[in-house]
T-cell receptor, first 114, second 112 residues
Framework: DVKVTQSSRYLVKRTGEKVFLECVQD?????MFWYRQDPGLGLRLIYF???????EKGDIPEGYSVSREKKERFSLILESASTNQTSMYLC?????????????FGDGTRLSIL | QKEVEQDPGPLSVPEGAIVSLNCTYS??????FMWYRQYSRKGPELLMY????GNKEDGRFTAQVDKSSKYISLFIRDSQPSDSATYLC????????????FGTGTQLKVEL
């Protein structure tokens, strides 16, 4: 079974802090994704990565950056946390190539910015 | 207007009922359609994946796609309390970087 692990289930940070969210997958997947999930808005794509050291902006990249130095690890960075970044953050991965391959999700990090 | 519309519910049904969950979409370029199930405090897990118009069945679950109407459905037969979760539809354009566009999710509760 594919396992996508997010380092923290719950995180509380203060405004202005630099926040790192970590995601690791164990299936050698090329593609990795970061979403945020908010009530009434569903899942929105922040950033994604086709492969190591590659990244693309999603629909809502403002205030975020990412890092993919190793294939199995994809980090989301909040450069200067703000209260409107309080949300559930979900990481996903999938194998490249075949369109019928699904995205596999981690269990999320619930981030609160005070 | 959102690209994918989904009634958020909540939807409450008695055990054993047939459940119908639906999404409509506006972008005719969507070619792949998925249903994810998300239990409370967990990540979404893939339930069904379809490409063409028509029906696809897997146990108690049937996914239906009508591309001409831009409408997809998930049917759950003989619903169980363990089916209580949020159901998310998702869609993808081929060549679109494998990005998914999600509905907002429908919260389902199956009561004893």
């Amino acid at each position: 079974d594919v396992k996508v692990t997010q380092s923290s289930r719950y995180l509380v940070k203060r405004t202005g802090e630099k926040v790192f969210l970590e995601c690791v997958q164990d299936m050698d997947h090329e593609n990795m994704f970061w979403y945020r999930q908010d009530p009434g808005l569903g899942l929105r794509l922040i950033y994604f990565s086709y492969d190591v050291k590659m990244k693309e902006k999603g629909d809502i990249p403002e205030g975020y950056s990412v890092s993919r130095e190793k294939k199995e690890r994809f980090s989301l960075i909040l450069e200067s946390a703000s209260t409107n970044q309080t949300s559930m953050y979900l990481c996903a991965s999938r194998t490249q190539g075949f369109s019928n391959q699904p995205q596999h999700f981690g269990d999320g990090t619930r981030l609160s910015i005070l | 207007q959102k690209e994918v519309e989904q009634d958020p519910g909540p939807l409450s049904v008695p055990e054993g009922a047939i459940v119908s969950l639906n999404c409509t979409y506006s972008n005719s370029a969507f070619q792949y359609f998925m249903w994810y199930r998300q239990y409370s405090r967990k990540g979404p897990e893939l339930l069904m994946y379809t490409y063409s118009s028509g029906n696809k069945e897997d146990g108690r679950f049937t996914a239906q796609v009508d591309k001409s109407s831009k409408y997809i459905s998930l049917f759950i037969r003989d619903s169980q309390p363990s089916d209580s979760a949020t159901y998310l539809c998702a869609m993808m354009i081929t060549g679109g970087g494998n990005k998914l566009t999600f509905g907002t999710g429908t919260q389902l509760k199956v009561e004893l």
